[in-house]
């Protein structure tokens, strides 16, 4: 990285071509998962509301890195729409790919650990919740919750 003439980072070499690819094609890829993923997760949170589980019945170790990924999800778009040179293209593309590497395992372990009854009535809830959310809600600062 360079500085441009503001005083900026400049992308040169590998994050410049990373930043030129986030323009075109991969930008929308990227988009549409975090779309998705921005999706899934408050429709997985409305089902659990639906449940009306007790609080020791939810695990909370793991439901608190499911609102850290939604989080992150939420500040991904941000980033993918910085132009080229303000941030760091290759850092900001690598956790955001990580973030969303991350979803399948930590729903899927947090799903597990709850009461074994509970567990079919979620995944139901949870699928005709998140088949009536619009693509709008994916950028609901509050997770259209």
Do not use: V
């Amino acid at each position: 990285m360079n500085l441009n003439d503001s005083g900026g980072l400049r992308p040169d070499g590998l994050a410049g071509r990373l930043a030129k690819q986030e323009q075109g094609g991969k930008n929308q890829t990227h988009r549409a998962r975090l779309e998705a993923a921005r999706l899934d997760l408050p429709a997985l949170f409305r089902a659990l509301d639906r449940l009306h589980l007790a609080p020791e019945q939810i695990p909370q170790r793991l439901i608190r890195q499911l609102f850290e990924l939604d989080a992150d999800y939420m500040e991904a778009p941000w980033a993918l729409d910085q132009p080229p040179g303000t941030i760091i293209p290759r850092s900001m593309l690598r956790d955001t790919l990580a973030a969303l590497e991350q979803l399948p395992a930590a729903c899927s372990r947090f799903q597990k650990t709850l009461p074994p009854k509970a567990q079919p009535t979620l995944s139901q809830l949870k699928l005709t919740i998140r088949s009536n959310l619009g693509p709008m809600e994916a950028y609901n600062p509050d997770g259209g919750i």
